[in-house]
């Protein structure tokens, strides 16, 4: 049992949960306008960690069959044989469970909206079936960390704009990497008759989409530190973290997509780790 759940967290690579785990992290400092309870920040990570890992799990059970047929995922735990979609699908109620919990420990708000974040996690999951547009509702399915964690924080201020925005961000910068990334399953999808932006448009418009959802997102950080009056370290940030999505797009080349893991899993943790950094700079700046 320990063995097969081992396999679970591999296949389901729990350790990329640091890619929305920042975001979570830097709207519950704002919300707290410095540390929150570190109790609260336990149950945030709980949430947080629960949450993907049952969206994964969910994501590669259903998809077994495509992965299967797929030469890129032929390999992954359930085609090969490692596990089945009946474990795989077991541990991801558990981790339902534990998303359940975590969000009943938190606040009676993040309990209520526990069933609407479910829906967009676990939903993700069929959308490559019927529209293009799955890679925003993947990104909207991460964009629920920054906001439910300032509502676990602070829920009386839940009109802010702020935690909506960071989402935004989220959003839009995680929609134009899984563009990027579903670049190498052009081919296949087209033939399987999946949907994606590549496969609906092409790989070199769909760079450019990638493109315009990447200014959308540092926009929408721009805004952030605009409008929350936030300091220098948190603009240099965004800086940053402007100049590593333009790093991101100068070694992904329609003719040449050998880079798109290094692009989508390394670059996009730095960019993770730049905004947390910026944040807890600027909150102790304040000090």
């Not at 994964?56 to 032929?74: Q, W």
């Not at 906001?147 to 910068?173: H, K, N, Q, T």
């Not at 563009?179 to 590549?198: G, K, Q, T, W």
Request: aromatic share 10%; with cysteine.
């Amino acid at each position: 049992m320990l063995g097969r759940v081992g396999t679970v967290l591999e296949m389901i690579k729990v350790q990329h949960s640091l890619f929305a785990l920042p975001w979570a992290f830097v709207a519950a400092f704002y919300a707290a306008r410095g540390m929150p309870d570190w109790k609260k920040m336990g149950w945030i990570l709980l949430a947080m960690v629960a949450a993907r890992s049952a969206a994964m799990a969910f994501n590669r059970a259903v998809d077994a069959r495509i992965d299967a047929e797929n030469p890129r995922t032929k390999m992954r735990a359930i085609p090969a044989g490692k596990l089945t979609p009946l474990f795989t699908l077991a541990f991801a109620v558990v981790m339902v469970g534990l998303l359940v919990f975590a969000a009943a420990m938190l606040n009676p708000l993040c309990l209520k909206l526990c069933p609407v974040a479910l829906v967009v996690t676990l939903g993700y999951s069929f959308t490559k079936r019927f529209t293009a547009l799955c890679h925003f509702v993947l990104g909207l399915s991460l964009a629920a960390a920054p906001i439910g964690a300032w509502l676990a924080v602070d829920p009386d201020r839940a009109r802010e704009p702020l935690p909506y925005l960071l989402g935004a961000a989220v959003m839009f910068w995680i929609a134009g990497a899984d563009i990027l990334y579903a670049c190498e399953d052009f081919e296949f999808d087209r033939v399987r008759r999946l949907h994606s932006v590549p496969a609906a448009i092409g790989i070199r418009p769909a760079l450019l989409v990638s493109i315009l959802c990447h200014v959308v997102a540092v926009g929408a950080l721009v805004a952030v530190g605009i409008l929350g009056r936030l300091g220098p370290f948190f603009h240099g940030a965004v800086a940053a973290i402007a100049l590593l999505l333009v790093y991101e797009h100068a070694i992904v080349k329609p003719g040449d997509l050998r880079r798109v893991n290094l692009a989508f899993f390394h670059v996009n943790a730095v960019v993770s780790g730049v905004i947390l950094a910026g944040a807890l700079l600027d909150l102790f700046a304040r000090r």
